[in-house]
């Protein structure tokens, strides 16, 4: 710990408190009698009269919630593995117990804990059955936990009061940090903000609504909404990939027509959300998921649901730093699991230039640390008319001209152009954009921008056009007008912009490439 602080890192680390081992002493001493000191640590239950488990939950990895133990002639709650008994945070002394374990590692120095499956801790005292789910499709998933809404096995409102005992923890400790897994497929959301609201329960929460294959303007943009109105002072966490899912470049890939496009643009719109952001190892390389075989696999309910599912192990691979080393660079030994050639093929060391998918991550981080108004709250989603339905605006809360401003410093960083001769040039083209121009009423509405590779597109409203109407352009450095690498998207309203036509005419062979697909996506 000392040595990542001497590095200027922090240290989070990741505590599993929902449930412990089996060869873990207290289970060991709590399976030993009903009776004993540690008899209540755990969640028991007596079979029915036909020896069935007491109610119908189901384990997140297949089966029943319920495994028996032939010493207590009882069942154990288990969510997950039978290996992997569920604690009774019911019982008071367990909570008190995962506290003082907390604060050993605060004292170590720790800078702050991810909370697996934070929103399992309690389960319903009356071991109440799990209502159905909706189903999406006609036929069952492949998973049947999916079919339940399991606000009895988990997601109970006991927990807030064990969350803030948590906080109130950290809070004895200077600049400490929680953040919160919510496993959950029906009120994720709404329960992110009712972890984080307030200065008395989590500092974030992240779930895996932007982790499946939802990939439209309507599905973040309603995401992200829904959280602020949910939860006003709370925070989110957002992420694209993890060690839980396909990773996200294969996971949207047809949506896209290279990995890399996808991968950029992904970046620059998760760099753009408001909340806190988590980047998956690998992530910054644009890496694919890993073709795993059944005889490669190590993850049980990737064991246990082949071939519909074949589990996590596919995103956890190694982390490749060298395309020429043994395993990558991962490591001298042979690792769990295989390194294959595409992952090698975006190793760090074949990502040295500056349109790589490593160099975009690295840009677009930076100007997102260096730029207040995309480390805030305050934005407003804009409806607007798309191409094709791929583009969706935001802007930074009611006349955010900081953040138009900063926009355009971005652009001028990213194509070596001088910082004020875009900004003016802008304000001529497009009057009202925050900078002096003829005609300021026109108060530009900034929309937020796109990466594809090597292209940066932005696209806008602006007070001169009517409601809903955009303008949309492209920046390429191989192009230039007067010096500056702009042009305009003229198939769209040529007609309505300032020198559209222009443009047009002088470059016809950028109209044709506008036309091309990596051009047709957006934030």
Known sequence: VDKAHGLGLKVIIDQVLSHTSDQHPWFTESRAARNGPR????VWANPLPNGAPPNSWLSVFGGSAWAWDSRRRQYYLQNFLASQPDLNFHNPAVQAALLETMRFWLDRGVDGFRLDTVNFYFHDALLRDNPPAPLVENLPPANPYEMQDHRYSKNRPENIGFLQKLRALLDQYDDRMLVGEVG???????????????NDR??????????GPQFTPAHFHGKIEAFFKGAPDGWPCWSFSNHDV?????????????????????????????GALCLYQGEELGQLETDIEFHELTDPPGLTFWPDYKGRDGCRTPMVWEADAPWGGFSTAKPWLPVKAPQLSRAVSEQDDED??????????AFRHETPALQGAAFEFLDLPAPEGHLAGFEGGSGDVARAQAHYDMVAARYGID??????????????CGYPAPAAENMIRWSGSAFGSPRLAHFHTCGAYAP?????????????????????????????????????????????AFAAPEHRVGL
């Not at 910082?419 to 009202?432: K, M």
């Open 184 to 198: 959950e497929s029906l009120r994720a959301v709404e329960i992110m903000g009712e972890y984080t609201k307030g």
């Open 356 to 365: 790589s998918v490593l160099a975009q991550y690295r840009g677009l981080l």
């Open 419 to 432: 910082r004020e001769f875009v900004h003016s040039w802008h304000a001529g083209l497009h009057p009202g």
């Open 246 to 274: 396909i990773r996200h470049v294969s996971r949207w890939l047809p949506h896209a027509d290279t990995p890399e496009t996808l991968a950029n643009l992904a970046a620059a719109m998760l760099t753009a959300f408001p």
């Open 39 to 42: 008899a209540d640590w755990y």
């Open 468 to 512: 809903g109407e955009i303008c949309w352009y492209v920046l390429d450095p191989t192009i230039t007008l007067d010096g500056v690498a702009v042009w305009q998207e003229g198939r769209l309203y040529p007609d309505r912009v300032p020198g559209g036509a222009q443009i047009l005419a002088e470059f016809p062979d950028v109209a044709a």
């Open 202 to 211: 989590l500092h974030m929460a992240y779930s895996f609504d932007m982790l």
